[in-house]
């Protein structure tokens, strides 16, 4: 069985991730997407909810799974038993990070490989950040994240505002 991990912060999941997603479950028997818990990071979503948002809107894949995972991606793969790991590349500017985790990741576990997709045009601009900033300015941001998540972002954006989260 191939099985391909599709890992990344997701804060939150944007359609950008959605397309990246589609595509690998044409690829793959089965698509994890692998939502890191990181201290370091201090995201906008708990893992929870970034986890719920992408069951959400990866209901209709049945070969997606979602899990969080801590630590090392590579250790995260060895548990599920999966081969790949998934990327998207948008541009260049995303390529010399992208480059020095999968040789670092390779070196760690010469058995697994990582493949990019480049991402479709469309969403080449896109990222979770960008979203972020555009929806604390009230910005509109339904363009480029499905209902349930823009949705969502807009709850979290008001509790903020309220100063109750
Ligand atoms: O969406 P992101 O934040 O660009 O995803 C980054 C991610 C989750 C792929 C990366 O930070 C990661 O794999 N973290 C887990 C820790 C790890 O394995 N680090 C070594 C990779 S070089």
Redo the contacts with the bound molecule.
Sequence with gaps: MRIAVY????DPVTLGHGDIIERTAKMFDKVII?V?N?NVKTPLFSVEERVNMLKEVTAHLPNVEVQSFE????EFLRRNDAQVIV?GLRAVTDFEYEL??AQ??RVMAPEIDTIFLTTNLKYSYLSSSIVKEIAFYDGQISQFLAPEVEERVRAKVAERAEGTV
């Design positions: 890992p990344g912060s997701f692998g890191l990181n630590g090392l991606l590579v990327r020095q985790m670092t990741n």
